[in-house]
């Protein structure tokens, strides 16, 4: 089994040595390695942390857009893409996904309902459902929610494509160590 994640994001953070600590190898991806044709990484999972589309906290969002095409075809081939909330008033933050996303940026602390049939429910293993701290909602989407809040707006879509998957969210709170240990290893890793 190989555990293995990208983080794209500006520089190390603590999450990359929150993954690390999971038992997960992760190496920080740059927007100017991600933007480059000649990177190739290899990763079970790469992870798009919170505030990638506010040029308040990282320089991002540009080099997703350059990097679409790479970012599908990681998918398609049976990566893992988990991608969290843009922390930005864009209604383009996440046209950059091979699917359409739309997202509305607003901080809430709230209860939320999870589809435990899935994998991912164990992202919020460990928190208290009842009050969950999210930094927007999702009102335009082309997946499955898989967690929302209380009113049934949803914060946390699947969607299956090729033979990988995506988990977009705006939970703001970590992911849990189980699911990271599960979302980010894999009998293979895909090229990046």
């Not at 990359?16 to 044709?37: F, K, S």
């Amino acid at each position: 089994m190989t555990c293995s994640a990208g983080l794209l994001w500006d520089h190390h953070q603590i999450f990359h040595r929150y993954v690390e600590d999971c038992g997960i190898r992760c190496d920080v991806v740059t927007p100017q390695l991600l933007a480059a044709p000649f990177f190739r990484g290899s990763f079970v999972a790469v992870i798009v942390p919170t505030g990638f589309g506010n040029p308040s906290y990282s320089r991002l969002s540009p080099a997703l857009g350059a990097a679409a095409g790479r970012i599908e075809r990681f998918i398609e081939k049976g990566g893992h893409l988990l991608v969290y909330g843009a922390a930005a008033v864009r209604a383009d933050a996440y046209d950059w996904l091979p699917f359409p996303v739309t997202y509305t940026h607003e901080f809430s602390n709230t209860a939320v309902s999870v589809d435990t049939d899935i994998s991912a429910a164990s992202i919020l293993e460990g928190y208290d459902r009842q009050s969950i701290t999210t930094d927007g909602y999702f009102t335009r989407y082309d997946a499955i929610p898989r967690i929302w809040t209380a009113p049934g707006t949803p914060v946390l879509l699947e969607r299956s494509f090729g033979e990988g998957i995506v988990i977009v969210t705006s939970i703001h709170e970590y992911p849990s160590r189980k699911f990271l240990s599960e979302f980010c290893c894999s009998g293979r890793e895909t090229l990046f």
